[in-house]
């Protein structure tokens, strides 16, 4: 069973930047593409960002292309992402996400993502 921890979350005003870890319990952890999403109040689950497996390619949503940025370091077994700039619409609870098989590039659908972390609460305040 993998085991996706989140951290870094917290309260930040606009304009502020916050970086969320994701720690993995994967042993093969470099080959699975991994990806962020975030769920706020009353709303579907939304995609976020993705890496690909290994060195990785990366995509993000529109909605935050430019001050967002995911990352791996597949020796520490950890994914990250990068928020800058925030806004009071960035506000969500963030979740780490592991693709449900190996070898694949980024992936953006919730239905792609077989591992799912707690979540972090982000919370951006105007």
């Known amino acids: 069973q993998v085991q996706l921890v989140e951290s870094g979350g917290g309260l930040v005003q606009a304009g502020g930047s916050l970086r969320l870890s994701c720690a993995a319990s994967?042993?093969?952890?470099?080959?699975?593409?991994m990806g962020w999403f975030r769920q706020a109040p009353g709303k579907e689950r939304e995609f976020v960002a993705a890496?690909?497996?290994?060195?990785?390619?990366?995509t993000c949503a529109d909605s935050v292309k430019g001050r967002f940025a995911i990352s791996r370091d597949n020796a520490k077994n950890t994914v990250y992402l990068q928020m800058n700039s925030l806004k009071p619409e960035d506000t969500a609870v963030y979740y780490c996400?592991?693709?449900?098989?190996?070898?694949?590039?980024?992936?953006?659908?919730?239905?792609?993502?077989?591992?799912w972390g707690q979540g972090t609460q982000v919370t951006v305040s105007s």
């Open positions: 994967l042993r093969t952890f470099s080959t699975y593409a």
């Open positions: 890496v690909g497996w290994g060195a990785g390619t990366t």
């Open positions: 996400a592991a693709a449900q098989h190996p070898y694949t590039g980024w992936r953006t659908q919730v239905t792609d993502f077989g591992s």
